[in-house]
């Protein structure tokens, strides 16, 4: 099942006006920031406490990564999803993930035009450029495969055609624990090409009670208005780029995926794809502190969140949530171990 949600544009002076695909515009890392901050408040809205949540969605859409949320239902996965889409003037598809959905369903097929005498290409709902992907651990295995050339090379092959997506193009995905009935668990390669994994945690009290204040007056992702463009998202991925990585935290990264593979509670350890994803991933924090420069506080903070949903422990009995939380220790334990430099 899939959903559209369509964006009002605002005026042309207002914060965050469409702009045309085609549109370029040109930020430095304060002008960056300041759209960074627009879309955290916004969010916050909606979702309350959990900013080191929101902190990391932004991350990953900065990043050019794709994040997986993983909890128990109820908890606020998929708004946190519709939220940040809500505050980006962009196209955004959600995919309902049902054990009886085809990959075609995700992907698009091509249809034979009698008229034409020749095969169309009807677009599925993965062509946007944030798509929702709810419960991604209930469809097949077959049908959540569909998404590995999506989500790696940002293009879709039908019938030996190759339909590239759209530019931004990002997947929020939702999950329950594999515990709960009616999952089938992600495989290895499709865990692999996600940037970020993680879990939401129940509210505080002080943000169960305005929840509940604000949902007694209706839903408030619906009143949500986008703050910033899809242009403007362009041009901030373009600064997270640019901002400068030193060598000796280069090859701090590397040691850590290194490390992963020679642990002894490890099976398998994190591939050279994990290395570059927490690469773009520190890049990223880095702008949205408000810096052009990455300090070793980046990486440690985020190397659980890139790494640890990857790793495959040795122990066959670890699996589930408690193979997600020996993982996470997995992780924080080579983060200690391993020296973090102290100057770049």
């Given amino acids: 099942m899939t959903e559209q949600f369509p964006h009002t544009a605002t005026a042309s002076t207002a914060p965050g006006a469409s702009l045309p695909e085609h549109a370029a515009v040109q930020l430095d890392v304060a002008a960056a920031r300041e759209r960074i901050d627009r879309v955290r408040a916004n969010i916050a809205q909606v979702i309350e406490g959990k900013d080191e949540q929101i902190r990391l969605a932004l991350v990953v859409l900065l990043g050019e990564g794709h994040l997986l949320v993983e909890d128990v239902p109820g908890v606020g996965k998929t708004v946190l999803a519709k939220s940040l889409a809500a505050s980006i003037d962009a196209s955004v598809n959600r995919i309902q993930f049902t054990p009886d959905l085809l990959p075609s369903d995700v992907t698009g097929v091509a249809i034979y035009d009698q008229n034409a005498r020749k095969f169309e ?96 007056q209706g839903d408030p992702v619906t009143q949500l208005r986008p703050v910033v463009s899809a242009a403007e ?38 591939s050279p794809r994990a290395t570059l994803h927490l690469l773009r991933a520190v ?17 440690t903070s985020l ?37 973090t430099p102290t100057s770049a």
Wanted: hydrophobic residues 45%; glycine residues 4%.
């Fill in 121 to 216: 290409f009807q677009a599925g709902p993965v062509f946007a450029n944030i798509v929702i992907g709810d419960e991604i651990n209930r469809a097949s295995p077959k049908t959540q495969s569909a998404f590995l050339e999506c989500m790696e090379e940002h293009q879709v092959s039908v019938d030996g055609v190759t339909h590239a997506l759209p530019n931004p193009f990002t997947v929020f995905a939702t999950q329950n624990p594999s515990e709960m009935e009616g999952t089938y668990a992600l495989p290895e390669a499709q865990r692999d090409r996600f940037m970020a994994r993680m879990s939401m945690g129940y509210p505080s009290l002080a943000a169960e009670l305005k929840m509940v204040e604000r949902r007694d």
């Fill in 283 to 299: 890049k990223a924090n880095a702008l949205i502190e408000g810096r052009d420069f990455v300090i070793p506080d980046d990486i």
């Fill in 233 to 270: 998202v362009r041009a901030m991925i373009q600064v997270a780029r640019s901002v400068y990585l030193a060598p000796v935290l280069q090859r701090y990264i590397v040691e850590l995926a290194r490390a992963t593979r020679e642990h002894d509670d490890i099976r398998v350890g994190v």
């Fill in 303 to 339: 190397a659980r969140a890139v790494f640890a949903h990857r790793l495959v422990l040795n122990s066959r009995s670890v699996r589930g949530a408690i193979g997600t939380a020996e993982a996470a220790r997995v992780m924080d334990q080579i983060v200690q171990q391993i020296p």
